[in-house]
């Protein structure tokens, strides 16, 4: 099992660009849920893809999108870089349905840089 | 709002000794606390995890305790190694799952020392 995947490992773009990162989900996992993480500090929740909807967001403006797809991989999509959008990216999956356990599992992360 | 305070930002022990770190939550619908250790170049990594109806659970050297009354939650370490050092986060999550989804929210972590 490979567990959670990111790519690319690292990104360099400048201020006003697009960028796609992807994630794949460890095997069996049919959620996935994006963090920004700021250098020294701890994750921040962007969102949450359940059945390739978004279920849950949090305080992202709407330049942050994303998207799952059938196999339940996913991607995070940010337009209009900033400064600010310099973090650690991270993607955690975790098992959906019925249950009342949250147990994620978090990839290496994606370390993006924005001139 | 929803907010994880975490205390202290940095801890340093001697090898051998015991670490303590302590979170805060603000939204009491949360029912899941996960515990995660990050080092350099990596993600986060689940160490241990805790319910909502349980008081206290125990893994080998490491333990975490609720209080659900008082919305706090903790970690302790015991007999710590070199190999301990590392940036640990507490979380706490809230949501039935699936279609509903969930959310969870990160303490600022603590950067544990652990010196030989």
């Known amino acids: 099992d490979a567990g959670v995947t990111q790519s690319p490992t690292h990104l360099i773009k400048t201020r006003g660009q697009q960028v796609t990162l992807r994630c794949s989900p460890k095997?069996?996992?049919?959620?996935v849920s994006w963090y920004q993480q700021a250098l020294g500090q701890g994750p921040q929740f962007i969102f949450q893809y359940y059945e390739e909807e978004e279920r849950q967001r949090g305080n992202f403006p709407d330049r942050f999108s994303g998207h799952q797809f059938p196999n339940y991989s996913s991607e995070l999509n940010v337009n209009a870089l900033l400064l600010g959008d310099s973090a650690l990216y991270l993607c955690?999956?975790?098992?959906?349905?019925?249950?009342?356990?949250?147990?994620?599992?978090f990839g290496p992360g994606t370390r993006l840089t924005v001139l | 709002g929803e907010n994880v305070e975490q205390h202290p930002s940095t801890l340093s022990v001697q090898e051998g000794d015991s670490a303590v770190i302590k979170c805060t939550y603000s939204d009491s619908a949360s029912n899941y606390f996960p515990w995660y250790k990050q080092e350099l170049g990596k993600g986060p990594q689940l160490i241990i995890d805790?319910?909502?109806?349980?008081g206290e659970k125990k893994d080998q050297r490491i333990a975490v305790t609720l209080n659900k009354t008082a919305k706090h939650f903790s970690l302790h370490i015991t007999e710590t190694q070199p190999e301990d050092s590392a940036v640990y986060f507490c979380a706490a999550s809230k949501g039935p799952r699936g279609a509903g989804g969930f959310k969870t929210i990160f303490g600022a972590g603590t950067r544990l020392f652990v010196k030989a």
């Open positions: 095997s069996g996992h049919d959620t």
């Open positions: 805790i319910r909502s109806n349980v």
């Open positions: 955690a999956s975790s098992l959906g349905g019925s249950g009342t356990y949250n147990e994620q599992f």
